[in-house]
């Protein structure tokens, strides 16, 4: 495999702590500092910084909020022909949505009798209208950065002739036509976009993309956007509600399903909410919001994240349980946040709205429970245990392998640590490719549609979050099959099958080294990853090693309640057994993933917690966590770097 040279780049977006001047905006700082490496071409280039130049002159748009508009769609990358998750192209994010692609995978809106009605809302479809506007194809505004940029500013520069009747220089007077081009249709929602892109144009951003372009905006601080104009939109003002949001983030609240949650009392009555979970919604945010609010649903969730704007709905209050991690045990102690998008539809991309905003909401949970800012607090669906065999072999596997955990740390200025290198054998490593380059390709089969046809799968190679695992240290030899999904035979590149990739931010002891390849005690086996010289890991410490404390293999769980006899009388205890097929075997070791936590079991009809005597580890033990008793394993403190080929235990 080709080894690229690698540099740094910095990404700052300077945001003020405080309110923005005479418009009352306020968002969280965001600071990012990335990996990235040279574009194919060897060089970096300002063509794409000309390109919007040159549009913000062809049609009368102040190209710093032509920029600052862009930076919130895209972070200016052209993403080449692939679609964001909700259908979005280019560097402006125009938009060009389906019935077929609403209606691909293994969720989604398949067989709704309104997915053509619902694929028509002109705001899914602005490509189409930027072609009306330039008189460039559909097929050029997808594919080329320039024509993109171009029907962007075009489609801004209509939505303001509409609001003001011209086209001014006066950047502040634009801000009614940027809450337009976000496509919400709330006030609220609308205006919380336009803020966010008017907090870009006072603070500044610069980035060098992934296709090696240089782009810049300077820092315009005197900007007063004129934020009354949102009115002239004539949107929609969601009724006044007590949303638990931070003030960056425009947030409404829609009751979830009650079928979906539970009414409880966290954390006040000793249910600890201890983790974050990012899910995607295989859906649009409309019919995901509409879907989890049906009485008729059995699952709900806290939070839904919209993709163009990154507007949120609340459906669940924190202090109440949601059902969104097919997991009760997992439910209990954490807060559930869903995304629009499809994982597995041809999105290689979420947009940077949707990351930022999310980031500005994970901030705001984190500090309020106490919930620290790292990858084993912060997981995503595909992350989480399942409660028995069948619960494993049935759990999600979103957000997906083009969520980019790395950027997404940045944001919460909690990015991945550590010093690349070659691992040396008992040490713990941090999973860490370079998402941008990590390409993988991944087998996508999309299901039979409603008439009987099939579609043939194809593979498709894209940035991914993850490296593969292999039986050999051979990119010959079989992908590891985890034992809940294939038994004894070998795993897949399909989009879905999680069980033979180790993702970014998780953490396993090494097992074994050979020239380019490093192994990990992972799901009770030994597999083999490329890994020259440490480029896809960091060192990891501060961590405690889990491994058996007898000769025996230790039980493996999904999930942790109290032992039958704890239970008060009249009170029916919850089912605590293994996961068949999986364990802990002597000699094996596993990284914990939080402190030993007391096992604990919750009520309803009476509002009872019983919390038992015993408690469980939380491992990294395969792509997914697993639970141990604390008394049948030994921890072990990894407290420092790397130093003379081994770690201090």
Partial sequence: MHKRKTRRRRVTLAISMGAVAAGGLAVLPITALADTTNNTAGAMSSTRQQDFASAAVEYHVPSNVLLGLAYQESAWESHGVQASTDGGYGPMHLTDVTPAIMAFGDAGAVGRSDLKSMAANPALHTLQAAAKLTGLSEDALRKDPAANIRGGAALLASYEKQVTGSVPSDAAQWYGAVARYSQSPQKQDAAGFANRVYATIRGGAGVTTKDGQRVRLDAAPAVRPA??????????????????????????FVPGSPAGLQVSNRPANGIKIDTIVIHDLEG??????????????????????????????????????????????SNLHSIGI???????????????????????????????????????????????????????????????????????????????????????????VTIDPAFDTNLQTLQVCPIDDPTGATTACTDRKQASNFVFLRTAPDAAAPLFGDQAIHGTTAGTNKI????????????????????DWTAIWFSGEKVWFYNPGGQNTKQAYGVKIISARGSTPVAVYGSSYPDASEYPAGLGASTQVPISGYSLPRGQAYVATQPPNATVDYFKSSGTVVTGAKTQYTIQYNHRVALVYSGEVTATPVTKHWEDGSAKR
């Fill in 227 to 252: 934020t009354a104009q949102v009115a002239r939109l004539h949107l929609k003002v969601a009724a006044a509600t007590d949303t638990e949001c931070p003030p960056a983030v425009a947030c409404t």
């Fill in 284 to 329: 649009t945010y409309d019919s995901g919001v509409a879907g989890l609010a049906n009485p008729s649903n059995s699952v709900s969730t806290n939070y839904v994240m919209r993709s163009s704007d990154g507007a949120v709905t609340q459906m669940v209050p924190t202090k109440d349980i949601a059902f969104h991690a097919g997991n009760y045990s």
């Fill in 338 to 428: 869903e995304h629009e998008g499809y994982a597995a539809q041809g999105a290689t991309w979420y947009t940077e709205a949707q990351y930022e905003s999310t980031a500005n909401l994970v901030q705001y949970l984190a500090h309020r429970f106490g919930i620290p800012l790292d990858r084993q607090h912060i997981v995503g669906h595909d992350d989480i245990a399942g409660p028995s065999l069948t619960g494993v072999q049935a759990q999600h596997w979103d957000p997906g392998p083009s969520w980019d955990w790395d950027h997404f740390m940045r944001l919460l200025s909690a990015p991945l640590s550590g010093l690349r290198g070659t691992a040396p054998v008992g040490s713990v």
């Fill in 496 to 515: 879905s099958d999680w069980g033979s990739t180790a993702q970014t931010g998780q953490q396993f002891v090494v097992a074994d080294q050979q020239g």
